[in-house]
């Protein structure tokens, strides 16, 4: 289960900072031991448990990067253009049996084994070919057009950390290597539910004052993005005895629990007390708009064995914000991936904001191309932390840090995008 402890994010002050937070995640907080050997095929998405080193080169031969001849630089001209004898004819798979003697060119194609004695590549297009010899223009450098083995990776070196997030890409480069499986982290089991009497199942009958629950809907999507398991628990009614007993459930058999509503201070908010009485809530405030009343702590399982919980807001846009700068940190550590850091890119406001000093923000907003050709991003006429097409009809979050109090337009701001929150 997780390896979480009870103090891990002792925190005194009333309200916890975001960097704080990250920092006591990276510092306290252990993956998950187990490991497994999966194939390269649905390895998407997982996270390398040991350091995956080349067992060849790659490429694992010289060879070339063009279609051309390839040719000894030694012989070439360095007054004019140089006439060569054909040799030969090399093709991607071929056996590079041809020794190039002086004087001599060997047709040669794109991936081909380069051979013995040649060491550069001229492009086909470049060059003039007279019968059986090939003439070539002067001025090309040393080794141009040839790759090198084990120029990408050489044997024997880290292709891949440990903890890095398998993408196509890693696995392009697994399967290049000749690797067929890898060890990876066991998928992280996560429990959520909703709370609140006045959430119903969508498709159920709703009563006049009762809403449907978007937020087990858009946490489960989330959460199997990253390459959790997904246990859905449903909607659980304000009951402060009930509560616990769900909680504790819970913790059973997973290694982190998600709820979203009912960690406010209203007299129905019961989450938090429910989590005190079977377990560490550690904080329960962060300096983060939307989505200040976040908890996070550990629960205990009726057998002893332990779960992170975090308990997020009831308003959607406060559970996206939260999901993506509270959960997901801790969800990735938890799964033993390597610290992640966001990178907001700059683009220019088209409105003017004022914020409070010692809070981190963020601000839904489109992106457009203005008249001088600069990407602005243009705010979302409604704030309401309770507003869903804020998230349908914008393309991301503006981060505004916690020094910051006032934006104007034109103003150079961080722009994040949902693609890369999300993913």
Not at 57 to 83: E, I, M, Q, T
Not at 104 to 115: D, E, K, L, N, S
Request: proline share 7%.
């Amino acid at each position: 289960m997780a390896q979480l402890t009870d103090d891990c994010f002792a925190f005194s002050g009333p309200l916890l900072p975001l960097s704080e937070m990250e920092r006591l995640i990276g510092e306290r907080v252990a993956p998950v031991s187990e490991t497994e050997r999966v194939p390269l095929r649905g390895a998407r998405g997982r996270v390398v448990a040991a350091d995956v080193k080349a067992p060849v080169d790659l490429p694992p031969f010289d060879n070339s990067a063009v279609d051309g001849y390839a040719v000894r630089h030694a012989d070439l001209s360095a007054d004019g253009d140089s006439k060569l004898a054909i040799a030969g004819r090399l093709t991607a798979g071929a056996r590079a049996d041809i020794a190039l003697k002086p004087g001599q060119a060997v047709r040669i194609f794109t991936g081909a084994a380069m051979p013995a004695g040649a060491d550069t590549v001229f492009m086909q297009e470049d060059v003039t070919v007279d019968g059986d010899h090939v003439i070539v223009p002067k001025g090309l450098k040393l080794g141009a057009n040839r790759r090198l083995a084990g120029e990408d990776v050489p044997a024997g070196q880290v292709a891949l950390p440990a903890g890095t997030v398998l993408e196509p890409q890693h696995i392009a480069l697994a399967a290049a290597l000749g690797i067929a499986d890898i060890e990876v982290h066991r998928r992280l089991k996560v429990a959520i539910f909703s709370t609140g009497d006045e959430v119903v199942e969508p498709g159920s009958p709703r009563a006049g004052a009762a809403i449907y629950d978007a937020n087990r809907y858009l946490l489960s999507e989330l959460l199997e993005r990253l390459g959790a398991v997904v246990t859905d628990l449903g909607i659980l009614p304000d009951d402060p005895d009930a509560l616990p007993r769900a909680l504790q459930a819970a913790a059973a058999g997973h290694d982190l629990v998600v709820t979203s509503g009912g960690v406010s201070t209203g007299e129905a908010d019961h989450v938090r007390s429910a989590v005190e009485r079977i377990g560490s809530l550690v904080f329960w405030r962060v300096a983060i708009k939307p989505g200040r009343p976040v908890a996070m702590g550990v629960i205990r399982g009726a057998a002893g064995q332990g779960a992170a919980f975090v308990g997020l807001p009831g308003n959607p846009v406060a559970v996206f914000v939260t999901f993506v700068r509270v959960v997901k940190p801790l969800l990735r550590r938890l799964a033993g991936a390597r610290p992640h850091s966001l990178l907001p890119l700059p683009v220019r406001a088209a409105f003017a904001y004022r914020k409070k000093k010692d809070r981190r923000e963020y601000v839904r907003v489109a992106l457009r191309r203005a008249a001088d050709g600069e990407l602005e991003a243009v705010k979302y006429p409604q704030d309401g932390a309770g507003i869903l097409t804020s998230l349908t009809e914008t393309d991301g979050l503006l981060e505004f840090l916690e020094d910051v109090t006032a934006i104007e337009p034109g103003t150079r701001v961080g722009f994040l995008s949902y693609a890369a929150l999300i993913g």
